[in-house]
C-alpha cells in the first residue's frame, strides 16, 4: 500500500536490525544508503526504523537495559526496579551514560511475567529483581 | 482439578537441544504418517475435526483457515508461524519454545504439506532474542532428521512493536514495511504475504497439530467442550504465590486455576487474555476458561484487593496507546481520547462526566478498527467500568474535594477573593 515495493525491500528489517547491533544506532547516512540500494524513499526507511523500540536514529550506550513497565511487573513493583537502575547507573529511563556504556529504557511486556519484576539488558532476559540483584548485574558488565 | 498436561508433556522430559530425546518419545510419528498414510485434504479434515482453533487470542477455526489457502490458487503459498507474543501477561510461546521447539517444527511441517507451503517463517519477537540459538538448533537438528526435507524455515526477527503479533500487521513487517496493519479482505488465506495465499498461525496451535495427527481428531475433540476442544495453556502471573505455566483442558474453571493451582489469595479481580482482555471480579471466578466464555491469548493476570482500579486501566491503556499503530482512525483517536480521561483520573483531576466520555469512546473504536487492537481496547474498559464503577466515580468525587482545597488558601479565604 505504501512505497515502491521491490523483490529485495523485504531484506529492509534485517539489514536495519544489522546496523542497530553493529553501531549501536541507524545513521542518517545508513538509512540514505539502504533506501539508495532498495530504490525507495528514504522516508519508508525512516519509518521503519522509529516504528520500532529496538531502534535508535541517536547512538545508544554498548549495554541497553531494558526495564519492563507492564502491569504483571508494575503489581511487582517495577517502578522500584527502575528507579535502582537509574540510581545505579546516574541516568533516567530514555538517557544514555555519560560515558556511553549504557542505556536505559522502560519496555512494554517482554514475557517474564512468571519472573517479574524482570528485565532485559542486551538480550539477557533477568528475572526475580531486587535492588542487590540489579546492582549485581548491572556490575557484571561494567 | 489438575492439570492435564499433554502439550506440555515432553516439557523438562526431553532435552530441547537434542531431536534424538525428542524421536524417543514419539517424535516425528505424526509426520511421518501425514506424509505416508494421508493426503493434504485428509490432513486439514483431521484437523477440522479435531475442532482446533487459534490459540493466538482470536479463536479462528483452524482447519477452516487451512482449507481456504489449500484451495487457493496461487503460484507459491507461505506459511507463517506467529512467535511474536507480545500480549501483557502472556509467555507460554517462550515456553514452548524454550522446552519444546520440536513439537513445533512438527507442526510446520504436517501444516506446510496441508495446504501446499514450500517456504515458511517463524516470527520471533526482538524481546525473545535469547530464544534464537536454541530455535535455529532445533532446525538445523530438524533438517538434519529429514523432517523439513521439502519445507524451507526462514527465522524473522521483529524488533520490539506490539502490533506485529497482529497477523496483517506482521505480514507487512516481514514484507519490510512498517507493521501496520491492513484493510481486509482480502483474508491471508487467499490474498497474504507478498500477495500469495498464507497462513499465519500461532506457535501454541502449531504445536497442538502433531498431537492430533498422531492420536486422531476422536481422541482429541473428546477433551473439552462444545467450542474449545484439547488444552490450553494458561500464564497466571500478579498476586499467586505460585506464577507460570499450567496446561488445562478447556472449560476448566478459573477458580481452579487462579485459587487451586496458582494459590491466589484476597483475589479482587482477574485479567483474561492480555492487556485487550476480560476484566472479571471475584464474584465471577467459576467462570468457565472456554472460547464461549472467556480466554483470549491465555493471560491470566491476578490483583488482589490491595491494587488501584484506575491505576490499573490507565496503565493498560497507556500500553495501547503507545503500542496503536496509528493507521486506523477510531483506534488511534479513541485510545487517545481513552487516556486523556485516565490521566485526568489518576491524577486527581478528573470531572464529571468522565466516566460517560469513556464509554461513549469505546463504540467507534470496537465497530470500526482496522484490526483486533482498537476492536477489543474497548473490552478493559467496558468491564472495568461495569464491575468497578464505584472506584472510578469515587476518583472523580476526590478530585473534586482536591480542588476545592486547593481552592482554598491557608488564611481560609477562597482563592477567587484575594485575587480580586
Known amino acids: 500500500m505504501t512505497g515502491i515495493s521491490t523483490d529485495k525491500r523485504d531484506t529492509l528489517l534485517a539489514m536495519i536490525t544489522e546496523e542497530q547491533r553493529t553501531l549501536g544506532f541507524v545513521s542518517k547516512s545508513s538509512m540514505f544508503s539502504m533506501a539508495q540500494w532498495l530504490g525507495i524513499p528514504v522516508a519508508e526507511v525512516y519509518g521503519v526504523v522509529t516504528f520500532h523500540t529496538f531502534f535508535s536514529v541517536k547512538p545508544q550506550g554498548k549495554h541497553v537495559v531494558r526495564s519492563c513497565k507492564s502491569v504483571p511487573c508494575h503489581l511487582k513493583r517495577s517502578e522500584m526496579v527502575a528507579s535502582w537502575i537509574g540510581d545505579y547507573l546516574g541516568v ?9 556504556r549504557f542505556s536505559f529504557e522502560l519496555t512494554n511486556c517482554i514475557g517474564a511475567c512468571d519472573q517479574s519484576p524482570a528485565m532485559l539488558v542486551d538480550d539477557v532476559l533477568y528475572g526475580d529483581l531486587n535492588q542487590e540483584r540489579v546492582a549485581k548485574i548491572l556490575k557484571s558488565f561494567d | 482439578m489438575s492439570e492435564k498436561r499433554i502439550l506440555t508433556e515432553n516439557c523438562g522430559l526431553i532435552d530441547p537441544k537434542d531431536i534424538n530425546t525428542y ?52 503460484e507459491k503459498k507461505y506459511l507463517i508461524c506467529n512467535a511474536d507474543e507480545g500480549e501483557v501477561g502472556t509467555f507460554k510461546d517462550r515456553f514452548l519454545i524454550q522446552n519444546d521447539p520440536f513439537s513445533l517444527l512438527e507442526g510446520m511441517a504436517i501444516s506446510a504439506f496441508a495446504i501446499g507451503a514450500e517456504k515458511a517463517f517463524i516470527y520471533l519477537r526482538a524481546e525473545y532474542r535469547y530464544l534464537l ?50 484493510f481486509r479482505p482480502p483474508f ?199 464491575y468497578f464503577r464505584e472506584a472510578f466515580a469515587g476518583r472523580i468525587s476526590q478530585s473534586v474535594l482536591l480542588r476545592s482545597l486547593k481552592s482554598i488558601p491557608s488564611s481560609g479565604k477562597p482563592a477567587s477573593y484575594n485575587q480580586d
Open chain 1, 92 to 100: 533516567n529511563a530514555g538517557e544514555t551514560t555519560p560515558d556511553g
Open chain 2, 188 to 386: 491471508p488465506p487467499v490474498n497474504g504475504l507478498f500477495g500469495f495465499p498464507t497462513i499465519i498461525n500461532n506457535v501454541e496451535t502449531l504445536a497442538n497439530v502433531p498431537l492430533i495427527i498422531r492420536n486422531g481428531a476422536d481422541w482429541y475433540s473428546r477433551m473439552g467442550t462444545k467450542e474449545s476442544k484439547g488444552t490450553k495453556l494458561f500464564c497466571v502471573s500478579g498476586d499467586v504465590s505460585r506464577p507460570g505455566i499450567y496446561e488445562l483442558e478447556m472449560g476448566s474453571s478459573l477458580k481452579d486455576l487462579v485459587i487451586g493451582l496458582a494459590g491466589g489469595e484476597d483475589v479482587m479481580m482477574v485479567q483474561v487474555g492480555g492487556s485487550t482482555g476480560r476484566v472479571l471480579p471475584f464474584s465471577m471466578i467459576d467462570i468457565p476458561l472456554a472460547y464461549e466464555s472467556v480466554l483470549g491469548s491465555g493471560a491470566v493476570i491476578v490483583f488482589d484487593h490491595s491494587r488501584d482500579m484506575v491505576d490499573f486501566l490507565y496503565r493498560t491503556i497507556e500500553f495501547l496507546n503507545e503500542e496503536s499503530c496509528g493507521l486506523c482512525t477510531p483506534c488511534r483517536e479513541g485510545i487517545e481520547c481513552l487516556i486523556e480521561v485516565l490521566d485526568r483520573l489518576v491524577n486527581g483531576e478528573g470531572v464529571q462526566g468522565d466516566l460517560e466520555i469513556l464509554e461513549v469512546s469505546c463504540a467507534p473504536m470496537a465497530s470500526a478498527s482496522l484490526c483486533g487492537l482498537g476492536q477489543s481496547a474497548p473490552t478493559p474498559v467496558r468491564d472495568s467500568l461495569q
Open chain 2, 133 to 182: 540459538e536454541g530455535l535455529r538448533n532445533a532446525l538445523r537438528q530438524a533438517e538434519d532428521s529429514g523432517l523439513l526435507e521439502e519445507l524451507d524455515i526462514e527465522i524473522r526477527e521483529g524488533a520490539g512493536a506490539y502490533i506485529c503479533g497482529e497477523e496483517s500487521a506482521l505480514m507487512n513487517s516481514i514484507e519490510g514495511k512498517r507493521g501496520e496493519a491492513r
Open chain 2, 23 to 74: 524421536l524417543a518419545k514419539q517424535g516425528l510419528q505424526a509426520w511421518r504418517k501425514a506424509r505416508k498414510t494421508m493426503t493434504p485434504q485428509q490432513v486439514i479434515e483431521e484437523i477440522k475435526r479435531a475442532g482446533l482453533r487459534g490459540r493466538g487470542g482470536a479463536g479462528f477455526p483452524c482447519g477452516l483457515k487451512w482449507e481456504l489457502a489449500g484451495r487457493a490458487e496461487g
